[in-house]
């Protein structure tokens, strides 16, 4: 028998609270504790996936607590028992496992990193982000440049009517030309006396903004609702964020919420907004056509 001294160290209250003790638990008291966690949390008896990690927090508590539970340490030259033995290299065993697979994780998460900033999917996101980037411009070239008018006729018009967000009752009304409007429903009167309107658009996407119809020399300015430029507030951050989103490459979660978001929610969107009333061709020819 050899006998070691030691200084005592200050008890960590972390490890009473992983063991579930009060400080000052006997040795009786951390061993009972000790079998009884060890025996719940071993991975193959506890299949949760953080088993592993919360048995090394017991294997290391109880360790700690042993060793500063006396100042005079007495070590016995005795074999350790089988239990012992066996937890030992089971913990051993499960540190290396979680060591292995957070490396596998990080690999992993680096890979990710690289395909979104290379190769065909950055290409992607390139080319949404730019031409969100025009079509920005141009939304905002259309606040500014003097509108013009198109001729129409409204061919018919729905009588059912639904509310807008401002509160408005609205109801769909269709052109000879094909183009559809959501308008005010009062206005359908002013439809079955002259169905002549005036359609005022923006100068470089033609987008619809109101109707001028004219009756009994009196000019009624209806506003067009449930349109992209009535909702252009909605749309500027959807262009926005693939911009953003090109420039910023910190490997984290935003990065790579932001690179999913700007190739499937902003590319998307985008893609509609061109389709729709042709935009794409507006666009291109710079609202000459």
Request: charged share 20%; net charge neutral.
């Amino acid at each position: 028998m050899t006998v070691r001294s030691k200084n005592v160290k200050m008890m960590r209250g972390s490890a009473y609270n992983v063991l579930g003790l009060t400080p000052g638990a006997s040795e009786e008291e951390i061993r009972k504790r000790y079998r009884k966690l060890v025996k719940k949390f071993h991975p193959d008896v506890n299949k949760d996936a953080n088993a592993e990690r919360k048995f090394i927090e017991i294997q290391e508590a109880y360790e700690e607590l042993m060793s500063d539970n006396q100042e005079q340490i007495t070590v016995e030259e005795t074999p350790k028992t089988s239990f012992e033995t066996e937890y030992t290299e089971y913990r051993n065993y499960a540190r290396e496992q979680y060591q292995a697979r957070k490396k596998k994780e990080a690999e992993d998460l680096e890979k990710l990193y690289v395909r979104l900033q290379t190769g065909p999917i950055f290409l992607w996101h390139k080319i949404i982000a730019i031409t969100s980037l025009f079509v920005m411009i141009a939304l905002i070239l259309d606040f500014v440049l003097p509108y013009h008018y198109a001729s129409d006729v409204i061919a018919s018009y729905s009588t059912d009517t639904y509310q807008s967000m401002n509160g408005n009752l609205v109801s769909l009304a269709k052109t000879s030309k094909g183009e559809s409007f959501f308008l005010n429903a009062f206005s359908n009167g002013f439809f079955d006396v002259n169905p002549f309107i005036q359609i005022e658009k923006t100068a470089i996407l033609h987008q619809s903004i109101s109707v001028l119809s004219y009756g009994n020399n009196v000019l009624q300015v209806i506003p067009i609702h449930f349109s992209f430029y009535w909702a252009q507030f909605v749309l500027f951050p959807f262009l926005l964020i693939p911009n953003i989103f090109l420039f910023y490459r910190k490997k984290d979660a935003v990065f790579i919420m932001g690179s999913y978001f700007s190739r499937y929610a902003s590319g998307i969107l985008l893609l509609y907004f061109l389709i729709s009333q042709d935009r794409w061709y507006h666009l291109l020819t710079l609202g000459f056509y």
